[in-house]
């Protein structure tokens, strides 16, 4: 659950946490073995809203999905809480109802209204002073220390390297448990932000397919200093285009036989969502014969 995540950081093995979306994901991701998950703001406005990643999605949209997950998965949750969906006092209530849903660890970054996706031009930030306010909102709010804070910059696209390395030092100064530099360019810019944080606190990459960051394994992110290391849009990017092929196949054919051999079929999907466990699970509290009301 949620408190393993602080004891698992303090291993020195990369923690590499593929995006998830729904509930659905999660489980799959869940039993592929990955020992923590990161609930990706962008997926959500992919998935719920057919909408590209520009500040659409809600405080309660984002809630509504961790509740969802988490009640079905026991790994610890990352959750891209994206500005906090406001100033400070909506920062507060963002983690007291993502600490209730079940966040093991919170995201929070210092763009400003309207915010995009990290990997798009044309962000803008906030100054490091109102950032700072709202991180220090963010920690006076979690309920348990268990509840992790991740403060993300995206300066280094409008300021650059050093003010993006600056704000991180600022805002590992407030008391945050992570940092976040997004948008890395090149390895040499990974290297530089490792050799002055990754001694003291976790640090984030970000693998965006096609974004501004050279994708990287976990492995070799963690050699670099990375602690963690997330995959966020990925299972979106992948399941969008199997839906592409499987579209176009019915469309074309009239029918699902030619892509049956990429598919599960009926059996298959019960058996991984757990339908036999379920509805053994029914059966035990099912009225018996004696007890049955008339």
């Known amino acids: 659950m949620k408190d393993q995540l602080p004891i698992r950081l303090r291993q020195p093995q990369v923690l590499l946490a593929p995006g998830v979306y729904d509930a659905l994901t999660a489980l799959v991701a869940e039993q592929a073995g990955f020992e923590a998950l990161y609930l990706s703001g962008a997926s959500i406005a992919y998935t719920r809203?057919?909408?590209?990643?520009?500040?659409l999605t809600t405080f309660?949209?984002?809630?509504?999905?961790l509740a969802r997950i988490t009640e079905r998965v026991t790994v610890p949750?990352?959750?891209?809480?994206?500005?906090?969906f406001g100033?400070?006092?909506?920062?507060?209530?963002?983690v007291r109802g993502f600490e209730r849903a079940g966040a093991a660890m919170l995201q929070l970054e210092d763009q400003a209204f309207p915010k995009r996706c990290g990997h798009l031009?044309?962000?803008?930030?906030?100054?490091?002073?109102?950032?700072?306010?709202?991180?220090?909102?963010?920690?006076?709010a979690r309920h348990s220390q268990a509840t992790l804070i991740l403060a993300r910059t995206d300066a280094l696209a409008i300021e650059g390297l050093e003010a993006a390395l600056d704000r991180a030092e600022?805002?590992?100064?407030?008391?945050?448990?992570?940092?976040?530099?997004?948008?890395?360019?090149?390895?040499q810019q990974m290297d530089i932000a490792c050799k002055r944080f990754a001694h003291r606190i976790p640090l984030l990459a970000n693998m965006v397919e096609g974004g501004k960051t050279p994708v990287q394994s976990a492995q070799l992110?963690?050699?670099?200093?990375?602690?963690?290391?997330?995959?966020p849009g990925g299972t979106a990017r992948a399941v969008a285009h199997t839906l592409q092929a499987y579209y176009r196949s019915l469309y074309t054919h009239q029918t699902t036989v030619p892509?049956?051999?990429?598919?599960?079929?009926?059996?298959?999907?019960?058996?991984l969502i757990g339908t036999p466990e379920l509805l053994a699970l029914g059966q035990r509290y099912a009225a018996s014969p004696e007890t049955a009301p008339d």
């Open 49 to 55: 809203l057919g909408r590209s990643d520009v500040g």
């Open 60 to 65: 309660s949209e984002v809630q509504d999905t």
């Open 77 to 84: 949750v990352i959750v891209d809480a994206d500005t906090g």
């Open 87 to 94: 100033n400070a006092i909506n920062v507060q209530r963002t």
């Open 121 to 140: 031009d044309g962000k803008t930030v906030v100054s490091s002073a109102e950032m700072c306010g709202k991180l220090r909102a963010a920690l006076d």
């Open 170 to 187: 600022a805002y590992l100064e407030c008391g945050v448990d992570a940092l976040f530099i997004e948008a890395l360019r090149s390895p």
């Open 221 to 231: 992110l963690g050699e670099r200093g990375f602690r963690i290391v997330i995959f």
């Open 259 to 271: 892509m049956q051999p990429s598919m599960l079929d009926f059996d298959q999907l019960n058996a």
